[in-house]
């Protein structure tokens, strides 16, 4: 299996021998070694993944990289996150997956309004299985712990990625924006509730969510 590791905070090192990753396209910057490029269809695994996104407008531009050595991955000089999964799902934007093993499994999943919110469809990418995944954040992001009698309220601007057992909910309240006047409108949050890791990042993405 091919190994992750953070080369400061912005660069991605993965050392393969002659394993395989699906990394956004475009976000090699160096490789040592003998390396193949090539670029996937859709962003989903299968012929239901590529048709899930072009209905919902999920995009997620991968390619395939394999071979002997060591592959550097950077998006836009964005934070880079390490998320170990052993057998769960992550919930991501397609937009903060920058890498993940050629063994876990990519699809979409519906996750209502707060898709909505973001202008980015009713539906997030998910990542399945026993692995490693690399996610982009603007700015160092933090992880939250949910649990049943601690829920977490969220901006869905600052909204990354997570995991475990949650349930969201798409509910009015206030934003950022809203305290220093430059939300109108009414605002909204995402509520989770349950056991689970929540990544935030400290900067948020441009929405609609918070002048509905």
Do not use: W
Request: glycine share 14%; charged share 20%.
């Amino acid at each position: 299996m091919a190994q992750f590791r953070l080369h400061g905070s912005k660069v991605l090192a993965v050392d393969m021998t002659g394993d395989a990753v699906k990394a956004k396209n475009g976000s090699m910057v160096a490789y040592e070694g003998e390396m193949a490029f090539k670029k996937m269809t859709g962003g989903g695994d299968g012929l239901r993944g590529m048709v899930t996104r072009r209905l919902t407008g999920e995009q997620m531009e991968v390619m395939e990289v394999k071979g002997h050595g060591t592959c550097y991955f950077a998006d836009r000089a964005s934070e880079i996150n390490l998320v170990a999964l052993r057998g769960e799902t992550l919930y991501v934007e397609s937009s903060n997956l920058l890498c993940t093993d050629s063994a876990l499994r990519t699809g979409t999943t519906f996750t209502g309004l707060r898709g909505a919110s973001q202008g980015n469809g009713l539906f997030t990418t998910t990542v399945e299985g026993t692995g490693q995944a690399a996610i982009l954040s603007d700015g160092t992001a933090i992880v939250l712990r949910v649990t049943p009698q601690t829920p977490l309220q969220v901006d869905p601007g600052a909204y990354i990625a997570h995991t475990g057992r949650l349930k969201q909910h798409f509910q009015s309240g206030v934003n950022f924006r809203t305290f220093i006047g430059e939300g109108s409108g009414e605002a909204f949050q995402i509520r989770f509730e349950g056991d689970g890791l929540v990544y935030v990042q400290p900067s948020e993405r441009n929405t609609i969510g918070g002048d509905l």
